[in-house]
T-cell receptor
Framework: DVKVTQSSRYLVKRTGEKVFLECVQD?????MFWYRQDPGLGLRLIYF???????EKGDIPEGYSVSREKKERFSLILESASTNQTSMYLC?????????????FGPGTRLTVL | ELKVEQNPLFLSMQEGKNYTIYCNYS?????LYWYRQDPGKSLESLFV?????AVKQEGRLMASLDTKARLSTLHITAAVHDLSATYFC?????????????FGKGTLLTVNP
């Protein structure tokens, strides 16, 4: 079974703090994704990565950056957290072999910025 | 810009009844995915539809894809309480090149006894 883990289930930070959210997958997947989920807005893609050290902006990258130094790990960074970044953050991964693969999601990190 | 619209966004139904959730999208794609999310949990893959006319069934749920109409449906047959969850459709507009998905806003399904 594919396993995607995220470093924290719940996180509380203060405005202006630097926040790191980490995601690890154990299936040697090339593609990894960071989404945020907000009520009424569904899932919105922040950044994705299709290989080590490669990244592309998603639909809402402002205020975020990412790092992928190893294939299995994809980090989301909030350089200076703000209250409007309070949200559920979901990481996903997906392989490129086979056409039927789907994205596999981690358990999510609920971030509250005070 | 790809837009994915689900309707209804809220669905309250009685056990034993049938209903359909619709997912419309705005640009050409032949890759569509359905996910389920239980409260407080993450997303779980339900169906992967990869061609026009694709139909997949699992238990009381059946999903289909019409790429010409840019429409997918998720049909619920004889609903039971365990199906209560939020259902998302997602469309891959990259042609399979980077697997970037655009999600609908989700349909919150409540099945009442």
């Amino acid at each position: 079974d594919v396993k995607v883990t995220q470093s924290s289930r719940y996180l509380v930070k203060r405005t202006g703090e630097k926040v790191f959210l980490e995601c690890v997958q154990d299936m040697d997947h090339e593609n990894m994704f960071w989404y945020r989920q907000d009520p009424g807005l569904g899932l919105r893609l922040i950044y994705f990565s299709y290989d080590v050290k490669m990244k592309e902006k998603g639909d809402i990258p402002e205020g975020y950056s990412v790092s992928r130094e190893k294939k299995e790990r994809f980090s989301l960074i909030l350089e200076s957290a703000s209250t409007n970044q309070t949200s559920m953050y979901l990481c996903a991964s997906r392989g490129t072999s086979g056409g039927t693969d789907t994205q596999y999601f981690g358990p999510g990190t609920r971030l509250t910025v005070l | 810009e790809l837009k994915v619209e689900q309707n209804p966004l809220f669905l309250s139904m009685q056990e034993g009844k049938n209903y359909t959730i619709y997912c419309n999208y705005s640009t050409t794609s032949d890759r569509l995915y359905w996910y389920r999310q239980d409260p407080g949990k993450s997303l779980e893959s339900l169906f992967v539809l990869l061609s026009n006319g694709a139909v997949k069934q699992e238990g009381r749920l059946m999903a289909s894809l019409d790429t010409k109409a840019r429409l997918s449906t998720l049909h619920i047959t004889a609903a039971v309480h365990d199906l209560s969850a939020t259902y998302f459709c997602a469309v891959d507009s990259s042609g399979g090149s980077n697997y970037k998905l655009t999600f609908g806003k989700g349909t919150l399904l409540t099945v009442n006894p």
